[in-house]
Every structure is written in structure tokens, then in C-alpha cells.
Nanobody, 121 residues
């Protein structure tokens, strides 16, 4: 069992920055991939960024603006978000599991409770 706790969300103006954190505890040895996902009201959950086997993956609209990183010593995953846009407003979730795709994470991964990011125009 893996427990994930996100933090760092909040309200920011367009063009601003936020850094999300996700701290993992429990059976973290079972995690091959970790990622950030988001869900806006009325929309499906989507991949934001993920790390798996040393490689980073980004959704196209986040490339160049968001950066995913991890601190293994702290069991913490980060998401640095720059140049935020109102369309980035969503609940952001951290997840860990065997593979980073949403389908695999939702079927086999562990999820945090989410942290809300709101970007005002």
C-alpha cells in the first residue's frame, strides 16, 4: 500500500508560478512510475507529466512550462508550473504505479487526494 499526499496548490494569477509537491510513504518500492494528472470540471482526467525508468513524459500543452522532478531521499515528487494559464485550472493529482498512463494508473496505481490549482485571468 502506497500513500501519497499532495501540497502546494492555490490561487495564482495568469503568468504566475506554483510548485506542487507529493510525498510518498508505504510500499514505495512497488512504484515504477510517478506522475501528475489533472482534472478540470466537466473534463476527463489527463496526464500532466510523469517520470518512469529515468525518462520524463509531458503532455504537449505543458512542455516548456511545467517541469517534473523527484527527490528520492525525501520520497517526494515535484511539479514546477510556470507561465500558468486560466486553462490550467484543475484539481491536480499525484499517482504512483507500474506505468504512467492514466489507464494503467487508474487500474493499478495509488492516488493522492488532489490539490486544487486555480489560475485567474
Amino acid at each position: 500500500q502506497v500513500q501519497l499526499v499532495e501540497s502546494g496548490g492555490g490561487l495564482v494569477q495568469a503568468g504566475g508560478s506554483l510548485r506542487l509537491s507529493c510525498t510518498a510513504s508505504g510500499s514505495i518500492f512497488s512504484i515504477n512510475a510517478m506522475g501528475w494528472y489533472r482534472q478540470a470540471p466537466g473534463k476527463e482526467r489527463e496526464l500532466v507529466a510523469a517520470i518512469s525508468a529515468g525518462s520524463e513524459y509531458y503532455a504537449y500543452s505543458m512542455k516548456g512550462r511545467f517541469t517534473i522532478s523527484r527527490d528520492n531521499a525525501k520520497n517526494t515528487l515535484y511539479l514546477q508550473m510556470n507561465s500558468l494559464k486560466p486553462e490550467d485550472t484543475a484539481m491536480y493529482y499525484c499517482a504512483g504505479g507500474p506505468y504512467y498512463t492514466i489507464a494503467n494508473m487508474e487500474a493499478n496505481g495509488s492516488w493522492g487526494q488532489g490539490t486544487q490549482v486555480t489560475v485567474s485571468s
